[in-house]
């Protein structure tokens, strides 16, 4: 009698354990549209739309030099660069997305210097300072799951990214060496290639990823007192990384993404310079993702550790989102 009741109730501890098993896997679009930054699919599913802001701030007045040191600029230069970029998702299918963003950049440069001047046997203090603010370089994605994430949880997605110039490339209201708006864009198109590999199992997901930018040729003016644009060429960019998210309750996650770049060498009227360098950079860039159903907040810090001929300033960026 006894053995009886436990067998019946371990069948309705079953029957539940079953039931609960099913109703967690048969996600209503709601439901989906809440998924986090550890458990959401790399693409958006078909028809789900997110729109966003990414505030992103730094002050750039330490680089590593061609010995690999920190140091900061000379004569106290500084600048602060900042922006809003618009960022707008849409899934296509269940396995094919697409991205638009739209940046309004707002640059500040300031440059101040201690002059000696010997016909008065003193020293005076000269600075300067530049801003421009106004639409930046746009740029379109299209991202396609290559292997689906559905079937167990991984994936390996594939992505296409064209940048677009749309930001004024040439210093405009000038009046001086040291009076102008500095230019919001790089001046020519790029075309970024990508794949990235990313693993669920939760709490935690993994990935890996690697992205190369070709930089087609442009022209521009490259000093303000100069009145003919200027052939260039920048140097391509790769970037390779590897991230680790965990939960750390139900609404707040950490992600850890250790990242490096590199670039080519510039070219200036079809040549490169005698002084131009291969800049890279190994950076550290802690993420912590706050959300409440639908909407989501990030921040980021990206932190240059070592590197060559690059900024050694943090990047701060903020991120908010909705899913429609």
């Not at 932190?303 to 690059?310: E, L, N, R």
Request: hydrophobic share 35%.
């Amino acid at each position: 009698m006894i053995m009886k009741r436990i067998v019946n109730i371990l069948l309705i501890f079953l029957v539940a354990l079953t039931g609960y098993s099913q109703t967690e896997k048969q996600l209503v679009p709601s439901d989906l549209k809440q998924l986090t930054v550890v458990t959401e699919p790399s693409t958006l599913y078909k028809g789900f739309f997110r729109a966003g802001t990414a505030l992103s701030y730094s002050v750039v007045d330490k680089y590593f030099t061609n010995e690999k040191n920190k140091e900061y600029f000379l004569q106290s230069a500084w600048a602060t660069n900042s922006g809003f970029n618009f960022i707008f998702q849409y899934g296509i299918t269940d396995r094919l997305q697409v991205d638009a963003a739209f940046p309004l950049a707002i640059n500040i440069r300031q440059s101040e210097s201690r002059i000696f001047v010997p016909s008065a046997d003193t020293t005076v203090n000269y600075s300067f300072t530049l801003q421009s603010k106004g639409l930046g370089d746009c740029y379109f994605t299209l991202k396609y799951q290559i292997l689906n994430e559905k079937s167990n949880n991984t994936s390996l997605t594939g992505s296409l990214e064209v940048t677009v110039p749309t930001g004024e490339k040439n210093p405009t209201d000038v009046k001086g060496e040291t009076d102008y708006n500095p230019p919001l864009g790089n001046g020519c198109f790029a075309t970024n290639l990508g794949l990235k590999y990313r693993k669920i199992q939760f709490p935690y997901s993994y990935a890996g990823y690697l992205y190369y930018t070709y930089q087609f040729p442009g022209s521009k003016i490259m000093d303000p007192s100069d009145t003919q644009e200027t052939e260039f060429k920048d140097g391509n960019h790769l970037d390779a990384g590897l991230s680790f998210s965990i939960h750390l309750n139900e609404w707040i996650a950490l992600t850890n993404d250790a990242n490096l770049y590199f670039r080519s060498k510039d070219e200036i009227d079809g040549k490169i310079p005698d002084d131009a360098i291969a800049p890279w950079a190994l950076s550290y860039e802690p993420r912590l993702v706050f959300q409440v159903k639908r909407f989501r907040i990030s921040e980021a810090v990206r932190i240059p550790i070592y590197g060559k001929g690059i900024g050694a300033d943090p990047i701060y960026v903020l991120i908010a989102q909705y899913v429609f």
